[in-house]
């Protein structure tokens, strides 16, 4: 299953419900994508903000924001969490903690300084600053992103690869209209990233689908949306099995990365109790 509809007068995730006795296991994967980046790129600032866990996007504001930094070290704002009524980043500086946000995850998939323009009402030249100052917070994802284009530029073409090392031929830019080499050269970022996270989802669900912990306990798959998987069992096990669900998630590869990957998951009865 791809997606579902949310929002208002959509009750999908309200009518997916366990039946009386039983429980769904609902869990996914929090900021994956950004997490497989970091280990791809070995970028050592991205890298330490995900391994505090905390507000990422709060925490990316303070490394590119001089104004948030200053405030944060003075202890005039706080960077997230309850801090003994000091306030915090996402309520002191909303618009650059929408920004830094925005950033983290638009930049990975081609965002420009013309779109990125046109959405925030900036001029071009304001818009590339604030690229240009996210880009100098992770030098080392700017680089990563930077070889992965010259592939693609290459006379020769490219091919993109995953994590484990599935492969996706991209050809050459030479000669192409400048839509079709834009088109590539998001292709050549974007493969990386969405491949290596199926990489991820798919090796989870087969450590899932062969757990005899699992079959002990009388939980099996029902469903997988992008990076959340569901399964369904015994009410009386459900805390055993979340458990073991979200051990067999965090490791779902033959390697570790250098980024640990964070689960989020609970046990409900209908789908929609799980929704944060």
């Known amino acids: 299953m791809q997606g579902e509809p949310k929002g208002r007068g959509h009750t999908v995730r309200s009518v997916v419900a366990a039946p009386s006795g039983k429980r769904l296991l609902v869990a996914d994967y929090g900021q994956l994508e950004l997490r497989l980046v970091a280990h791809l790129s070995d970028c050592p600032t991205m890298i330490s903000i995900l391994a505090q866990g905390g507000d990422i996007h709060s925490r990316t504001a303070y490394h590119m924001f001089e104004e948030v930094r200053q405030r944060v070290d003075e202890g005039q704002v706080a960077l997230e969490g309850d801090s003994g009524g000091v306030v915090t980043v996402k ?27 046109k959405d925030w009402d900036l001029s071009q030249g304001e818009a590339s600053g604030i690229i240009d100052r996210w880009f100098q917070t992770f030098p080392e994802i700017e680089a990563w992103m930077k070889q992965l284009h010259q592939n693609a530029d290459s006379s020769t073409g490219a091919t993109a690869v995953t994590l484990l090392g599935r492969r996706r031929q991209l050809g050459r830019l030479t000669g192409r209209s400048f ?53 369904e069992g015994p009410e009386e096990n459900a805390n055993e099995a979340l458990a073991e669900l979200v051990r067999l998630m965090e490791d779902p590869l033959p390697f570790k990365l250098r980024v640990p990957l964070k689960v989020n998951a609970s046990h409900v009865q209908t789908w929609k109790e799980a929704e944060v």
Do not use: C, W
């Open 91 to 117: 309520d002191h500086f909303p618009e650059l903690r929408k920004r830094a946000k925005t950033l983290n995850f638009a930049l990975l998939y081609g965002k420009t300084a013309f779109s990125l323009a």
């Open 179 to 231: 839509i079709e080499r834009g088109r590539t050269q998001r292709v050549a970022g974007n493969t990386p990233v969405q491949g290596s996270a199926a990489d991820v989802v798919l090796s989870a669900m087969v450590k899932v689908e062969r757990s005899e912990v699992l079959r002990r306990l009388g939980y099996h798959l029902v469903l997988q949306i992008h990076d959340e998987l569901l399964l």
